[in-house]
DNA sequence: AGACCACATATTGTCGACAAAATAGTTTGT
DNA sequence: ACAAACTATTTTGTCGACAATATGTGGTCT
């Protein structure tokens, strides 16, 4: 999935792209060395393009490097999922926090339209309430909160790390059933204006959501 | 201030921090534009090592790139540094709450000492309780949250922005007296293994401390 | 046999040159 | 005089080559 503000214009911001969609989609295993070389012939460009790429995966945490030696696709662990959600539920809850005073009245409108939508979908047995839909919602509140750091940082970095933490520990979507009701809740407290509310509820919500996950780990 | 685990290697390393701090500490205004072949000349490095420190300090959020065109430092705002420290505030609170569950004795203990020489200082009238001593706190329980995202978020990130506004705002240090009692108690939160309390105390001590600089800003 | 050293190989780091794009300046037309 | 188009210049983006560092291999000595 990408990002609406996401345009690659040169060739390096492509590279970019293509680089880390492959990692996060798993076709470039986790714990994997990156040959820049290697790549460079991959994905037909000079290894100057290469190193950019891999310095931005770096500055995401998708990859790390060590001097002299070599770039390696972070090696994924139950700790490190547990860690990501923590940074996960601080930033969210302060987005929906903030989503509660910043967000206009047809910004609340749309988003409560779209819950709408899913909960059609899930009534119709659909059952299609998945990680787009989910995505989609959290999307929203994030970009709501009107921080450019706290939007930067959950979309540019977390966002990724997660979706790479799902697929290749071959997790399905979320929890469907439940994390309707937690969503509407959640936009109710922002229509009320209820900052201290949609904070605290937004943090629940990802902290089952990581109780969730941490339960099929195990 | 030089973080202690930042060991410049290569040449792109070095250049990074120097062309950071002379960012932060303001020898290169906010707002200005970043010619590359005019810095490359400046650090005696190639435009490749400087373009590799500009990608860093993107990643920072410290410069702003656009594709074709060039970087500039980012333009400070007063709604840019409160947005920063609402950021601040969600992430050191939840470090705050993982520091009480993950930190050892020894390192409580430490802080504790240190908190002690604060007091000793202040007490003598030095009121060298400035800027140093209140980050090296803020630093040990963020280490001591013992998350490797959050760690890197605040250090890598946020910290340098926080910096950059204090200098080029021209404020002093934070406020030396009220704070003391405030770390006193968020140690002691800590200490008792208090991690819902801690997180609020850390919270509101962000709080104020954001209350304080907006007031200076008005 | 195991440890240490020297050499060969491969990979990363750095550089200068060229290509492409944007900006500034000049000319031309009305 | 103003605007538009074209040219020139500057700046960024991309590339291939060279230098420096790390890794792997073979040999020698104890």
Redo the contacts with the bound molecule.
Sequence with gaps: MHLANEKPV???DKTFILLRDDIVEGRIVAGS?????ELSTKYA?????I??AINRLEACHIVE?K?????RVVALSPQGLIELYQVRESLEGMAARLAAVNMTHEEIDDLMGLLQSHFDEVKDGQSYYQEAGDVDFHYRIILGSKNKHLISMLFDGIYHLVRMYRVQLGMAGPRVTTAYDEHKHIVKAIANRDAELAEMLMRRHIMYSKNSIEAKLS
């Design positions: 040169t060739a390096a060395k990156l040959s820049e070389t460009v000079s290894r100057a393009i190193r950019e490097r001097a002299n030696v070599g770039a």
